[in-house]
């Protein structure tokens, strides 16, 4: 970033950019019972849209078809255990409410069944029949959560649970049972609903700090009693999110849940059985990695899956018959692809074509471990220019959440900065998912100050290290990490040169306010209530200490989010320009609280280079 070269350099970086962001992804797998077709979201049309194709093992990807809903973003897909039908989850208007679609695998009779501009629907599975499928409304104006199970051909809707915060996880096979999860955030507890007596159970502790990810209902393993299994990701009373096991039968029959499956080096992440439940697919996350499994339910035998080609999994789906598995997988230098494995061979084959890439490679993060200022221990992944040595200008990015984990991952935007000279460092503070209940919610409440003294922790640990000038390090971040970035320079300044706040919370007062009604009642454990904690929230709200913020910001909101409300960026600039600070302000038209079009993230990506290039530069 030598004042002769900045102009190039800046310029190549952000073309490098467009051509990351052009590199488009397939995700999000389903398929028939024969695993010989699949459904999934890409968007290599611009926006996130749906496709299907045969899956041909024995040469090169076929072409993929569209099968067109709506104009707006599709965010999820499964397909009916019959084969029949495909239901899609579309964000309306590409903001945080979704419609429930269905349409026929040969594109034709496509139909929204539920959910509006005004109403937010969220798809749920299908019956394990594949005729009906779960579609769930959240909280709003004072009524409760309701279920439905909804007719793709007719579009009725036949009430099925009424409750507070709770989601549909699975329905069993003749549809009399429901396991579903309740709470707020981190504190949800698993019930087993019987429909026939209209009773339930509670599956693990209730009450105990914890999350429950994955439920699956499947028929009792060999040699085990009841005629029901529940097959939990949880971490609910635990350590770290395990594989749980536990019978469930008629008549109130309960078993006492066992764990199957732990690593204390790992969380489960992913999980799928198929259909005779004697085989199960278990995606571990190793540290932001991701490494495979397959269970035996009737050994309870454990078998490595080797060749995963790429650093991160997601999306696990397991044939019906347990001899396939299609999932998604990406890394820093490959965008996300779907690949087939063969669950008795272990051969690995590319499902999707890939997008044509820049000539430049991107680099490959480096895992950092280091410790907080009270000693706990945090990492982060460090992306360097390469040859750059000695310190220089950086810049932390923070993932929102909290609770979602920074991985390595295809990131433009990272790359973009890397190629413009920047050290990038993506850390985990606490609060992040991934490395155990504790560190989760290590950041609940009161603790929210720990969490702030991480990203200074993250700062220092730069600095220390040689890798970056103190007087040239900005922090960056979205959602929550844009909260963070907003609460870093306000509470703390002095030590970062510039932030950009990326759809972050200014104010907790006003999102808890304005944000959707279900979004609100479940950050309350996160968060603290509005209400009973208000001294709190107030104290640790950065638009409170706004004229702390001295140094250049660029703040970004979405114009249709409803999430992390836009007024959340509109106050906080309106009071630094009443200041007279240094503010930008960008909003991208059409976007909610994920920005999901590739012209709306090329004209972020753009716009964070050049404010970062200029204000981390060199003194002239």
Sequence with gaps: METTTAVPVLEQAIGFADGLVDAWGSWSPTMTPDARRVAFISDRSGVPQLWIQDVVLDGPPPA?????????????????????WLACAVATDGGVRTQVWVVRPDGSDARRIAGDASEHAELGPWTRSGHRVVVTFPPDAGRPTRSFLGDPATGRLDPLAEGDLFHVLDVSLEERFLVLIDGERGQQFCTVVDRLIDEHSTLLPHGATGSTDVALLRPAPEGQTGPVY????????????QLIGMPFGPNGFKGEPRTLGFRDDAELEGLDADDAGRLLLLVWNVA??????LFDTTTHERTAVHGLPGLVAANPVLSRDGGSVILGVEGPQRPRELWHVDTVTQVWTRVTEGPPLPDRECVVPVLETFAAEDGLPLTGWLYR?????????????????????????????????????LTVFAPNVRGSSGFGREFVHADDVEGRYGAFADVLACADHLVQRGLADPDRIAVTGRSYGGYLTLASLAFSPGVFAAGIDICGMSDLTTFYRDTEPWIAAAAVSKYGHPERDRKLIEDVSPLAQVDAIDVPLLVVHGELDTNVPIGEAHQVVAALRALDRPVDYLELPGEGHDYRRASSRKTLAAAMVRFLAEHLAPAR
């Design 64 to 84: 993929a078809r569209h099968l067109p809903l709506s104009d707006d973003p599709v965010v999820s897909v499964t397909w009916a255990a019959d084969s029949r």
């Design 230 to 241: 529940v097959y939990l990701a949880s971490d609910v009373g635990l350590p770290r999110r």
């Design 288 to 293: 932001g990695s991701s490494e495979l499994e």
């Design 385 to 421: 220019p390469p040859g750059q040595e000695g310190p220089g200008p950086a810049v932390l990015s923070l993932h929102g959440g909290p609770e979602a984990q920074e991985r390595p991952t295809f990131s433009p935007q990272a790359q973009a900065m890397v190629a413009a000279g």
